[in-house]
């Protein structure tokens, strides 16, 4: 039986042991949490809809007004939470603590990726315009791995 401190849930105390074993260089992903999506380290953008960041936020630790500014910002998970909650850090060096589904990992250049298998979604995400734009060939990359190449700014 894990000693626990008086009045200290067992979800803290499990992001407290978690922390230990952070700072000891032992995890980077909490064990206990299948299917966690992100990783310390992960560049992460943040989702641009604020109404539905702030949404996501008060099931997952609130919300205060000062985060609006960050949504559509780029940063760096730092700690994954027992709960799968990220806490971001942006250039300026603040943080900011959000529910999983707020954020999305952005690739870098040298990442190893996986093409969704899913053809209508490709076409959506390309594109009809521009010299990246939806062609029919593209439906032979789709459920393929891959390494990225270029990032083309937000």
């Known amino acids: 039986q894990a000693y626990a401190h008086p009045g200290t849930s067992q979800a803290e105390e499990r992001d407290n042991v978690y922390a230990m074993l952070q700072c000891a260089g032992l995890h980077t992903t909490p064990p206990w949490v299948a299917g966690t999506l ?4 992960d560049a ?13 936020a008060l099931q997952h630790g609130g919300w205060v007004p000062d985060m609006e500014p960050y949504c559509a910002k780029e940063g760096v998970a730092v700690n994954v939470r027992f709960n799968g909650d990220v806490k971001v850090e942006f250039p300026d060096g603040n943080t900011w603590t959000y529910h999983p589904a707020a954020i999305q990992q952005i690739h870098r250049p040298g990442d190893l990726v996986r093409v969704t298998q899913d053809v209508s979604h490709v076409k959506q995400l390309a594109g009809c315009h521009g010299e990246y734009a939806w ?13 990225v190449s270029r990032r083309w700014p937000r």
């Open 38 to 41: 992100y990783r310390r380290g």
């Open 44 to 56: 992460v953008v943040v989702n641009s809809n604020a109404s539905r960041v702030e949404e996501l």
């Open 135 to 147: 062609n029919p060939s593209m439906a032979a990359y789709c459920d393929q791995e891959g390494t």
